[in-house]
């Protein structure tokens, strides 16, 4: 198989990166050219992208805009924390290279309509992480468009995390939410309704191709120091509508190490007029007991006591909870249906245009939770 | 995504409740800090506040907080209404009726503490409402009215409303 695709990665090591680059890597189709990121990027970060670079065997270019002068770099796939990531994404699109970005798109609405505006004038195609390649998600989504549940009337959904070592919060008093929200991601950790709620957000969207109405939310910070400390929370509970009254809740959240047999819950329960079907990612499956030692969670790593990154787990010895063993159909890597896409010349079904209503949610779901009232989308500019 | 079928006997409902308070009682999931709750039920008229009520008492007494708010969505006609319940503390709950088809009269329940969780599938149990549908065991009428008038405005509603500012200005 050619070589089709030229990869320029942003960011390194302590970023989704580690995985995404991974995937493509992995893929005929593609050769890694470079790692970058902006200029004026701290030690540390400078520091774990040449890491990342060591790792994968390509060079770093320590300047953005001099890696996106490389020809051969039809694609970027961006993992920059999410305070940098609207302006990089901007940059990449103006110099006419596909995106691949991790979620959740960008903080601010504003950046978001900038990248889209930018995508579309560069006339590139894009993708944000989701989990609409994952088969039981194409097998929902047959399902409803074949109207085998007949009228749709609700969707509740929960996506949990299963780690960090939970039960260090100090509970008692209603969190009080900022907005607009200062910061995402931190060392010790990240806006988990974003993070995590991103993923719900945009599988109901891309199912049910409705528009969002309104939201109301509340977020907690119900388990993790860590979160409390920075003022950012490790919970999130939204109860929206769609166009036509579609009732939506989603739960999303990091809930701790030991709170569930697998990676967490990730559920979807779709609520018909003739049928009720429930997607849950980790059925089917199979219940393996052992007289093996018992799993328990990894040593806490001093960079990453949430379990956020690859490279660290696997430096604790992170071993796989053996208990649930699930086989559902084989999933194709999100960088590979990118790559599908652009082979047949299509725009990804989750482009930035799409993303971009999922950051209008999450904007949104911060004002409410901030103001305690519902919010109406769409949100004015 | 799947459907399951599961042939149990019939439990009262009040059993699943008794089991899950005793699992709290022992303090393994730490304090109780959400619960989301649903279930599918053939119901009608008074008898879906009803029971949307006693729900949320279950929940609430689960959490052991006092409700401070609540905020509707559905109605009787749409056969589903789900409630979020916000109590003092900060802690949550969302409740949910479905009744159209399901998979049985099954609850699918989370309940997460900050130490641990307790999951059930409704297809893990099939269970019988004895103690909901029984004439001695009526819903708290507090919360009655407050489930209707949530379900009335679509917005985010007080346990107690505010007192009306009448005739000042």
């Not at chain 1, 010349?345 to 939770?369: F, G, H, K, Q």
């Not at chain 2, 506040?49 to 052991?64: E, F």
């Not at chain 2, 709950?93 to 699918?108: K, M, N, Q, S």
């Not at chain 2, 065991?137 to 679509?154: C, H, M, Y």
């Amino acid at each position: 198989m050619n070589v089709r695709y030229g990869i320029l990665c942003v960011t390194g090591s302590h970023t989704h990166q580690e995985g995404y680059a991974t995937a493509f890597a992995a893929d005929k189709r593609c050769r890694l050219i470079a790692l970058t990121d902006e200029a004026k990027v701290d030690r540390r970060r400078r520091d774990l992208n040449e890491r990342l670079a060591r790792r994968l065997n390509i060079p770093y270019i320590p300047d953005l805009d001099k890696a996106l002068g490389n020809k051969n770099v039809n694609v970027v796939c961006s993992c920059a924390p999410p305070e940098r990531r609207g302006r990089i994404a901007v940059r990449c699109a103006q110099a006419r290279k596909h995106l691949y970005l991790d979620k959740s798109l960008v903080p601010q609405l504003r950046e978001a309509d900038d990248l889209v505006a930018a995508v579309q004038k560069g006339r590139v195609k894009s993708h944000m992480f989701s989990f609409i390649s994952q088969p039981w998600a194409r097998e929902a989504k047959r399902l409803l468009e074949a109207k085998r549940l007949g009228t749709l009337l609700a969707i509740h959904a929960d996506t949990f995390f299963s780690k960090g070592r939970n039960g260090t919060a100090k509970l008692g008093t209603r969190r009080r939410e900022e907005f607009p929200p200062q910061r995402h991601q931190l060392i010790e950790a990240k806006r988990e309704m974003d993070n995590c709620g991103v993923y719900p957000i945009t599988l109901i969207r891309w199912l049910t191709g409705r528009r969002w109405r309104t939201v109301y939310c509340v977020t907690g910070n119900y388990f993790f120091q860590e979160h409390q400390k920075h003022n950012v929370e490790d919970f999130g509970i939204i109860m929206a509508t769609m166009d036509d009254g579609l009732s939506v809740t989603i739960g999303s959240g990091r809930y701790g190490w030991t709170s569930h047999p697998a990676g967490g819950t990730n559920r979807v329960v779709l609520v018909g007029s003739a049928q009720t079907l429930v997607i849950d990612a980790n059925r089917p499956r199979l219940e393996v007991y052992t007289d093996e030692t018992p799993w328990t969670p990894p040593n806490t790593h001093k960079e990453d006591p949430m379990g956020f990154w690859q490279s660290t787990m696997q430096e604790v010895h992170l071993r796989r909870k053996p208990t649930w063993s699930i086989f559902g159909g084989a999933a194709q890597t999100d960088a590979a249906y990118f790559l599908d896409r652009l082979d047949a010349n299509r725009d990804s079904e989750i482009n930035v245009a799409e993303a971009a209503l999922s950051t209008e949610v999450l904007v949104a779901a911060y004002r409410s939770a901030s103001r305690r009232e519902v919010v109406t989308l769409p949100l004015a500019r | 995504m799947h459907h399951f079928v599961y042939i149990f006997p019939m439990i009262p409902l009040a059993n699943f409740h008794r089991a899950v308070q005793t699992t709290l009682a022992s303090k393994r999931l730490g304090t109780p800090v959400f619960v989301r709750y649903q279930y599918h039920a053939i119901l009608k008229g008074a008898a879906i506040v009803a029971r949307l009520a006693k729900t949320t008492a279950v929940a609430r007494d689960w959490l052991g907080q006092p409700l401070e708010r609540v905020l509707a969505q559905g109605s009787a006609a749409r056969r589903h209404i789900s409630l979020l319940l916000e109590f003092r503390g900060g802690v949550t709950a969302v409740v949910t009726w479905i009744g159209t088809t399901g998979r049985g009269d099954g609850v699918d329940l989370t309940l997460i503490g900050n130490h641990g969780v307790i999951y059930h599938d409704a297809g893990d149990s099939t269970l019988w409402d004895e103690a909901f549908t029984s004439d001695d065991a009526p819903p708290e009428r507090d919360l009655v009215t407050l489930i209707e008038r949530a379900i009335k405005s679509g917005r985010p509603e007080p346990l107690a409303p505010a007192p009306r500012q009448g005739g000042q200005r």
